[in-house]
């Protein structure tokens, strides 16, 4: 049983040179490198393939784009390769939040108050501990909690 061999990855000026037809190409060779270190930058930080982004952003234009394209469509891609949350159930009607009343007596008299918390679907634990995340990562940006070595 014969393998097909792996197609080579091409570099990234192999991969901007597929915009050379278009009318706003850098037509020096700084330019051009430049706009490979680019696409190579965005491949990097979003974890997408540089030839995945070529191939989207040929899609949407017919321009060649910019470092800043090619960051979006990196963005988009990676937005669109997660994993979506998981669903809620019955009780909380999909949301991850479930909401009661409760009888509270204080010194200016008693009265029903309405509450919300997370439920305890999968859901409801998802945005809880997206919510933990969240607020540790401001709390960390502010100087507040220390970084574990």
């Given at each position: 049983?014969?393998?097909?061999?792996?197609?080579?990855?091409?570099?990234?000026?192999?991969?901007?040179?597929?915009?050379?037809?278009?009318?706003?190409?850098?037509?020096?060779?700084?330019?051009?490198?430049?706009?490979?270190?680019?696409?190579a930058k965005a491949a990097k930080a979003s974890g997408i393939a540089a030839a995945a982004i070529v191939a989207r952003?040929?899609?949407?234009?017919?321009?060649?784009?910019?470092?800043?394209?090619?960051?979006?469509?990196?963005?988009?891609?990676?937005?669109?390769?997660?994993?979506?949350?998981?669903?809620?159930?019955?009780?909380?009607?999909?949301?991850?939040?479930?909401?009661?009343?409760?009888?509270?007596?204080?010194?200016?008299?008693?009265?029903?108050?309405?509450?919300?918390?997370?439920?305890?679907?999968?859901?409801?634990?998802?945005?809880?501990?997206?919510?933990?995340?969240?607020?540790?990562?401001?709390?960390?940006?502010?100087?507040?909690?220390?970084?574990?070595?």
């Amino acid at each position: 049983m014969k393998t097909q061999p792996e197609p080579e990855e091409k570099s990234p000026e192999e991969l901007v040179g597929t915009f050379s037809r278009s009318l706003n190409y850098p037509r020096d060779k700084e330019g051009v490198l430049f706009l490979a270190q680019g696409l190579a930058k965005a491949a990097k930080a979003s974890g997408i393939a540089a030839a995945a982004i070529v191939a989207r952003c040929q899609e949407l234009s017919a321009f060649c784009p910019t470092d800043y394209d090619f960051q979006q469509v990196a963005i988009e891609l990676a937005m669109a390769s997660r994993p979506a949350p998981p669903k809620g159930c019955q009780e909380c009607h999909g949301t991850g939040w479930r909401s009661f009343v409760l009888h509270v007596k204080t010194g200016a008299g008693e009265y029903d108050a309405d509450f919300a918390d997370h439920c305890d679907c999968k859901l409801g634990r998802f945005r809880r501990a997206a919510e933990y995340e969240r607020k540790r990562k401001a709390e960390e940006k502010r100087g507040l909690v220390r970084v574990a070595d």
